[in-house]
């Protein structure tokens, strides 16, 4: 009789979620240059207010207002306040105490993922050349793993990414930048969407916009089913790189809908739901000013990024701040982190790999340490 209660509390506790083992998936998605400020306060009045960068402001503020910043974060990203608060972690506040910054000396993008991917910062990476990226990623060395082999996949708005990941070395599925889906057997919607990103403008020459990049993931996501996904967007760095505050808001906005999205469509399949854990983080910051706001980068970058404007002589302060939220089987429920230690751009791969009960130093013991105090699983 003893052992009979044994097995069926076993079971009540599978059933809620808490199962012995690790989730079998991971997701990480990353939003390009979305500020913390943004993610924790909503809006920015200053920007909002700003002809220079804005249009429609009283219709943004109808949209995203409210009386206090956590009615503008709710009103801005839902799906980040609504269930990865209410179910996960959220790290960055720098208002409550909690900080994540990255390590690398440049504090712009391709530094930022190799970054985020590697677990290293790479000096030597020191532009957004599209230059194959010279260190392995987490995702190239786990597509050699046991298990995990034509399991991992890519997706990004930036067309570099193919660079980062080094498909030419790892062999990794990539599409990014303006490919279609090519994988065998594609959906009816996979087909529509080839057809309809060969017809709609792109604002830039290498960015493609983000419900693109979302939809080949879901896409591929249905059809492959991986292990683990990594998905970047993004609209909201060069909306604010055009200094298009209303854009910017926009497209974050649109990024929550489109990760909500993903994290249901993950809910409601059964080789997910309840074993896919979420990752999602910036690859930089950007300024804390109206002038500065635009743009992002170390004193060391900003000696030729922006050689002769005094005012960033220094760098652009702030952008070197990052944020970071969670949630699944495997993330501790602690919502938003006050008063926390400081963490770093160098420990998600680490983190990633955790969830995964992959011991992060057979990867690389140099990299950062994962974020013990956040996850609930670990290798030994």
């Known amino acids: 009789m003893k052992n009979y209660f044994g097995v069926v509390a076993g079971l009540l506790l599978l059933g809620f979620g808490l199962a012995a083992n690790a989730a079998d998936n991971l997701v990480l998605v990353t939003l390009d240059g979305l500020r913390w400020q943004e993610l924790f306060r909503g809006y920015d009045e200053a920007l909002l207010n700003d002809e220079n960068y804005t249009e429609q402001a009283e219709a943004l503020a109808a949209r995203f207002g409210g009386a206090s910043n956590s009615v503008r974060r709710e009103k801005l990203m839902p799906f980040i306040w609504q269930?990865?608060?209410?179910?996960?972690?959220?790290?960055g506040n720098r208002d409550a105490g909690s900080a994540m910054a990255v390590t690398n000396p440049?504090?712009?993008s391709y530094p930022g993922y190799n970054e985020i991917l590697t677990g290293l910062a790479d000096p030597g990476i020191d532009s957004n050349a599209a230059t194959p990226n010279p260190n392995v990623t987490f995702l190239e060395w786990l597509n050699q793993q046991p298990g995990y082999n034509n399991s991992v996949a890519a997706f990004g708005s930036w067309d570099v990414f193919p660079a980062i990941l080094n498909v030419g070395r790892s062999r990794l599925p990539v599409n990014?930048?303006?490919?279609?889906?090519?994988?065998?057997?594609l959906s009816e919607r996979a087909e529509a969407l080839n057809e309809l990103q060969a017809q709609t403008p792109s604002p830039w020459h290498n960015v493609r916009l983000d419900a693109f990049t979302m939809g080949f993931a879901k896409e591929y996501l249905l059809a492959k089913q991986p292990k683990v996904l990594f998905v970047s967007l993004g609209e909201t760095d060069d909306f604010a790189h055009d200094k298009e505050y209303h854009q910017y808001l926009n497209s974050a906005h649109r990024a929550d809908t489109l990760i909500a999205d993903l994290w249901q469509t993950l809910q409601s399949l059964p080789g997910y739901r309840n074993n896919t854990n979420l990752i999602i983080s910036v690859d930089h910051g950007r300024g804390y000013t109206p002038s500065g706001w635009p743009h992002h980068a170390s004193a060391r970058a900003a000696t030729t990024m922006f050689k002769g404007v005094d005012e960033f002589k220094a760098g652009i302060v702030g952008s070197d701040q990052i944020w970071l939220a969670a949630i699944g089987p495997d993330i501790k429920a602690l919502g938003e982190l006050h008063n926390s230690p400081a963490y770093f751009q160098n420990q998600i791969a680490a983190t990633a790999l955790r969830l995964l009960e992959q011991n992060p130093e057979q990867f690389n013991p140099a990299i950062g340490k994962p974020l013990t105090a956040l996850v609930a699983v670990g290798a030994d």
């Open 106 to 108: 440049w504090w712009f």
């Open 176 to 185: 990014a930048g303006f490919m279609p889906a090519a994988w065998p057997e």
């Open 83 to 91: 269930q990865v608060a209410a179910n996960g972690v959220l790290v």
